[in-house]
């Protein structure tokens, strides 16, 4: 061959080789209506043109998406037609989004900030996942032709955090906010008061934070007598509460917050011990469970309390919602020589009297219902709406209270059937502080039960529903409660990857999922993971634990279940 026979060849090998590859379509959640056809179009360097209608927080969320496409490509990207061209178009669903791409060009429509925000999530989970890493990298920068029709199932679409068992400080939540993005996650469900410490500035109640954002010590895996004697805490300023509001904001997120009352407020009442039955002294809580200790609810003193904090609350969260938790009030595991306060306290036994509650099984329910419809009042006198955990619908809750159904679905079920609103987020199948293997000698330390990803996955929400009352269920939540998890590393984990699982509950019709199609599709999200330096868990591949070690035979996990007195169970 002479040389520039040669010089060809060689130019065809690179042409050929060179020719770059759209990454497979694995985008989770799988949007509703996906056609994918041969070809690519590629974003090195690629004209942008934004409409200049779109409001100011979609072109925000256009331009955080071209940041990461130049970061990642090494190529600034050129203003102007004939590339990628983002467009409003009132023809879209509040949520949803178009996006058509051809080897020439990308063109991306919705009508809303949170259409834009997903459709870029969807960019970017159509190109190498590289584009999450934030720095430059060698990969073949195409999107595959295509053309995608999405719109979400639910409209309410939540994940919760407690930072109040373990603190995560501002930087991680905006992680874990990012995270819920990358998912088309759209409310989150921030704990923010506990026994164990409360986490928001109060200015009317300095001591809130002084007092009750720290604890003696915690107490040492699960003996709840013991304490490693290492002061914890911390809290969010106001300042810093508004930042992760506006954050959230900005990728179509409301940020929901929980002061939890009546019950689980021990941190509050070591700070102001007047707002209890017995005035105390009370210790912010070292140990995890059900106290005793809850909130007096026959002294006014308490009910300005709570409109104090909500008034302050209310300033720095315009969520709609305001959730008030109302969850275990009655059946504290702490000190059971003592009856529960309510059943003694002579302030209490006035407020029952006042309203006209006689003693008996419900009572204490009744009592609980009281403070429950003063908080719904003044949130409604202030344009907002209560939303409490399934224990408010015992006593007597008043019609436009939402129900966060958490023991189970039955609560859930029985609230829209009652015609409460519902967010669904049963134990059994969304608490992602539960085991992921059966294999509980290789796991970090775990409250307990046992929820795969499969079973997340496989989480219909209205199965057992009378028809008709479906219309109640307003979404899905996750809930990533802390008492064990202490670690970002195992926070991660624990996340990670059932709330892929959980973006297709909220986001894909029913008949549109397919567990094989999207376990196949976490390759790229691992891929996503790894440039975002989150640890994950890989059980759902059989292998095991932080350390990923290789699952038992089905032989040798019946013998070892067998040693520890449990037997296999979904
Ligand atoms: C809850 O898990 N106590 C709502
Ligand atoms: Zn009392």
Not at 55 to 74: I, N, P
Not at 510 to 517: G, N
Not at 538 to 555: C, M, N, V, W
């Amino acid at each position: 061959m002479n040389k520039p026979m040669i010089l060809l060849a060689a130019l065809v090998l690179i042409t050929a080789c060179a020719k770059p590859q759209p990454q497979a379509f694995q985008v989770i959640p799988m949007p509703d209506d996906v056609t994918v056809s041969e070809g690519s179009f590629c974003v090195k360097g690629v004209a942008v043109s934004i409409d200049e209608n779109m409001d100011e927080l979609s072109q925000k969320a256009v331009l955080r998406f071209v940041d990461a496409l130049e970061t990642a490509t090494g190529m600034k990207t050129k203003k102007g037609e004939g590339g990628i061209r983002f467009a409003l178009n009132p023809d879209f669903a509040p949520e949803g989004y178009g996006i058509l791409i051809t080897p020439e060009s990308a063109v991306v429509e919705a009508i809303s900030l949170n259409g834009f925000v997903y459709a870029c999530e969807t960019l970017k989970q159509m190109l190498p996942a590289a584009i999450y890493g934030g720095k430059k990298a060698k990969a073949d920068w195409v999107l595959p032709c295509v053309h995608i029709l999405d719109r979400p199932r639910f409209e309410y679409r939540g994940m919760h955090l407690d930072p109040c068992r373990h603190f995560w400080t501002v930087e991680e939540t905006k992680k874990y906010l990012d995270v819920m993005t990358a998912y088309k996650m759209n409310r989150f469900h921030w704990h923010l008061t506990e026994d164990q410490g409360w986490r928001m500035e109060i200015k009317k109640y300095p001591k809130l934070t002084e007092v009750g954002a720290w604890r003696n010590g915690t107490c040492i895996g699960k003996d709840f007598e013991s304490n490693d004697g290492i002061r914890y805490g911390g809290f969010y300023t106001q300042e810093e509460m508004k930042e992760i509001v506006a954050y959230a904001a900005e990728r179509g997120i409301t940020v929901i917050p929980e002061v939890d009352l009546p019950g689980h407020m021990v941190a509050a009442l070591a700070a102001y011990p007047e707002l209890g039955c017995t005035g105390g002294p009370y210790e912010v809580w070292t140990r995890w469970g059900i106290t005793q200790d809850i909130l007096c609810a026959g002294n006014d003193k308490v009910l300005t309390f709570l409109e104090d904090v909500f008034t302050e609350l209310m300033d720095i969260f315009p969520s709609e919602f305001i959730h008030i938790g109302g969850d275990e009030c009655f059946g504290g595991e702490g000190d059971t020589t003592r009856p529960d306060p309510w059943d003694v306290c002579p302030k209490c036994a006035a407020r029952m009297k006042q309203l006209g509650i006689k003693k008996g099984p419900d009572s204490k329910h009744l009592l609980q219902s009281f403070i429950t419809a003063h908080m719904q009042k003044f949130l409604a006198d202030h344009g907002r709406k209560l939303i409490g955990w399934d224990e408010i619908l015992e006593g007597n809750l008043k019609a436009g209270a939402t129900v966060m159904s958490w023991r189970g679905v039955k609560g859930g079920i029985k609230a829209a059937e009652m015609g409460f609103d519902v967010v669904m987020t049963p134990t059994d199948y969304m608490y992602f502080d539960y085991f992921q293997s059966q294999e509980r000698d290789k796991e970090p330390l775990c409250i307990g039960g046992y929820l795969p990803l499969e079973k997340v996955y496989k989480y219909e929400p209205f199965k057992g529903m009378k028809p008709g009352t479906e219309e109640h269920i307003l979404g899905v939540q996750a809930n990533m409660w802390t008492e064990y998890i202490a670690t970002p590393e195992h926070l991660w984990y624990m996340l990670l990857p059932r709330l892929c699982a959980l973006s297709e509950v909220q986001w894909c019709a029913a008949d549109a999922k397919d567990y094989d199609r999207f376990q196949a599709s976490l390759e790229h999200s691992q891929a996503m993971f790894d440039a975002m330096g989150l640890n994950y868990c890989l059980d759902y591949k059989g292998l095991i634990g932080f350390d990923r070690q290789p699952a038992r035979s089905p032989e040798e996990l019946q013998a070892y279940l067998e040693s520890e007195g449990r037997k296999w169970s979904w």
